[in-house]
């Protein structure tokens, strides 16, 4: 398989990283503006000059791929989206915007490519292991999603360094999200319904962001009585994001966040990602609690150092490739939620990150 990746920053860099490991896919081209640095010993991967804001540029990128996907910001994917849409290419994306999810699924209305957008991490492997556990039981009463990618250490007031796109960090805390009260569905207020947990010995904070449940309301509404899905962070995080955004009113000017956050928050990869769900039904008489905890660190993939985050995210979504050459993803419009667990983990990246035995995931070394 030809996999076409738009966008050669940390995560579309680290996606061919994997791919490069991968059987099922023969060659990899990576597109951006800037030149991927870190390609030069990867065998299947080639890197091409592109302007994604130029939808014929985006033809001739995508012209003899059978997949692409998206690793730019999430304003340029309904772009890229309309472009495969034209071409009938299957199309992948890692975006939390609900908008463009919802442009891309009105795209592939009665196409015979695959669309499937919210790959990744969460949106991406959090539905995935959250409809699994769901799905075990005969009744749903609840499902709560949390995902968490922090800094293993932080000294600043906000205890967060960055570890991924800023754009997108930035948009989730300022749009509203959906879930399910009462078995019907809600919209959420960004940055509220905070609560306090703790997973192995860490205390954490949980608030409402945009993006993470993906089409899971829609799916389960009128079958789950309660879901939810919130970010976490450590404890004060949140008052302090919410003073910038809604106290000081930069929610209205995300571009003006994004570049201070890019000028002055530092940026770390020695970060975790924690994965967290919990879930409550019936097996048909008893009341049952199921959960999920992974604490996800970074590791070295074929010489490639990789953050948490770039692990977890790229290995949600060449999971859903993976599931894609082996004709496992129909046509048209695919939720996150459609695949099974068993098929994830099955998967070589889905059982190797979110798949081990271990509550925490120990550092790993991978050869080609």
């Known amino acids: 398989m030809y ?4 966008g050669a920053g940390k995560i579309g860099g680290s996606i061919a990283i994997l791919l490069e490991t991968c059987g099922f896919c023969e060659r990899v081209r990576l597109g951006d503006s800037r030149p991927f640095e870190d390609i030069t010993d990867l065998q299947k991967a080639e890197f091409k000059q592109l302007d994604v804001t130029q939808p014929a540029e985006i033809e001739s990128f995508v012209a003899d791929c059978d997949a692409v996907v998206s690793a730019a910001p999430y304003y340029l994917n309904k772009t890229i989206a309309e472009v495969c849409a034209r071409r009938e290419i299957s199309y992948f994306d890692l975006t939390e915007d609900v908008e463009t999810s919802n442009y891309v699924q009105g795209l592939s209305k009665d ?6 957008p919210q790959c990744g ?9 959250a409809s699994g556990i769901a799905n075990s039981f005969k009744t749903i009463r609840s499902v709560e999603m949390r995902v968490g990618a922090l800094p293993l250490s932080a000294s600043n007031q906000m205890k967060y360094y960055l570890s991924w796109s800023t754009a997108g960090l930035i948009n989730e805390y300022c749009h509203f999200g959906e879930a399910l009260t009462q078995g019907r569905r809600i919209v959420t207020t960004p940055l509220d319904g905070v609560e306090r947990l703790t997973i192995d010995g860490v205390e954490y904070e949980a608030f409402n962001t945009s993006g993470g449940a993906a089409t899971m309301c829609e799916t389960f509404e009128g079958s789950v009585t309660e879901l939810n899905y919130k970010t976490l962070r450590y404890p004060g995080h949140r008052d302090l994001m919410k003073f910038l955004l809604f106290d000081l009113n930069l929610s209205q000017k995300q571009d003006v966040l994004t570049q201070i956050f890019d000028q002055e928050v530092p940026l770390t990869f020695n970060d975790v990602v924690v994965v ?4 409550v039904g019936s097996d048909g008489g008893n009341l049952l609690q199921r959960s999920f905890v992974r604490k996800i660190y970074s590791g070295t993939i ?4 990789l953050s948490a985050i770039q692990l977890s995210t790229a290995a949600g979504l060449v999971a859903a490739l993976e599931l894609f050459a082996k004709k496992q993803l129909p046509a048209g419009f695919v939720r996150q939620e ?10 070589q990246w889905g059982g190797r990150v979110y798949g081990q035995a271990e509550t925490v995931v120990p550092r790993f070394t991978v050869k080609t």
């Open 302 to 305: 074929s010489g490639h150092p």
């Open 111 to 116: 196409s015979r490519a695959t669309f499937m």
């Open 338 to 347: 459609s695949i099974s667990l068993t098929q994830f983990f099955e998967t």
């Open 276 to 279: 967290y769900v919990n879930s």
């Open 121 to 129: 991490l969460a949106p991406g492997a959090i539905n995935i292991i």
């Open 3 to 6: 996999v076409g990746i738009v």
